[in-house]
């Protein structure tokens, strides 16, 4: 069965931390992975995406990714979080010729300034 | 400018009632989405359509139907609402469905049932 675990429901760091959120994921064939972000009261952006290449991949506003397939994992990065970057943030998966997207349950990432 | 709306933003209605969300997007994508969102769950399937009256079954259909006659257009039909379907509902586009594209949300419509 197809799934993605976000083992952290909250983390909290100091504004000019740096940040890793994890993810890891269950699927059959070769996984297409998303990070999606949610601000208040706001539908769900894109960060970054991986479909193949490089396994760090480089998003939006500095977050990166990388793929590790031995781990199943696709773990968010961040070198020095901003107030700004407060949300939660969603990691997903989906693969080639499949429209549905898995989605874990999100990791809410507050940072203080 | 690519957007995907969702009207209306916030809705209540009374158990029993029936509900339609709606959902445009201005993008031409031929792929739509329906989701629902509850604490701790993260998002999950109700519909996917892939074309105009070319719809298929996500993950929690029961209780729910959808209706797309325009590429643009996408509704959710709740028939005689029931509590538990208090949520919030996003819709999302995407452009091809011959590989996992990205998804565009609207903001969401976050209805209640009483």
């Known amino acids: 069965a197809q799934s993605v675990t976000q083992p952290d429901a909250r983390v909290t760091v100091s504004e000019g931390a740096s940040l890793q959120l994890r993810c890891k994921y269950s699927?059959?064939?070769?996984?297409?992975l998303f990070w999606y972000v949610q601000y208040p009261r706001q539908g769900l952006q894109l960060l970054l995406k991986?479909?193949?290449?490089?396994?760090v991949v480089q998003g939006v506003n500095g977050f990166e990714a990388e793929f590790i397939k031995s781990n199943s994992s696709f773990h968010l990065r961040k070198a020095s979080v901003h107030w700004s970057d407060s949300a939660v943030y969603f990691c997903?998966?989906?693969?080639?010729?499949?429209?549905?997207?898995?989605f874990g349950k999100g990791t809410s990432l507050t940072v203080i300034p | 400018d690519m957007k995907v709306t969702q009207m209306p933003r916030y809705l209540i209605k009374r158990m029993g009632e029936n509900v339609l969300l709606e959902c445009g997007q201005d993008?031409?994508?031929?792929?739509m989405y329906w989701y629902r969102q509850d604490p701790g769950l993260g998002l999950q399937l109700i519909y996917i359509?892939?074309?105009?009256?070319?719809?298929s079954e996500g993950d929690i259909p029961k209780g729910y139907r959808v209706s797309r006659k325009k590429r643009e257009h996408f509704s959710l039909i709740l028939d005689s609402a029931k509590t538990n379907q208090t949520s919030v509902y996003f819709c999302?586009?995407?452009?091809?469905?011959?590989?996992?594209?990205?998804?565009?949300f609207g903001s969401g419509t976050r209805l209640t049932v009483l």
């Open positions: 999302a586009s995407s452009r091809d469905r011959g590989r996992a594209e990205t998804l565009y």
């Open positions: 699927y059959s064939g070769t996984p297409y």
């Open positions: 991986y479909y193949s290449g490089d396994p």
């Open positions: 997903a998966v989906s693969a080639a010729g499949y429209q549905n997207f898995y």
């Open positions: 993008m031409s994508h031929e792929t």
């Open positions: 359509s892939y074309d105009v009256d070319s719809n």
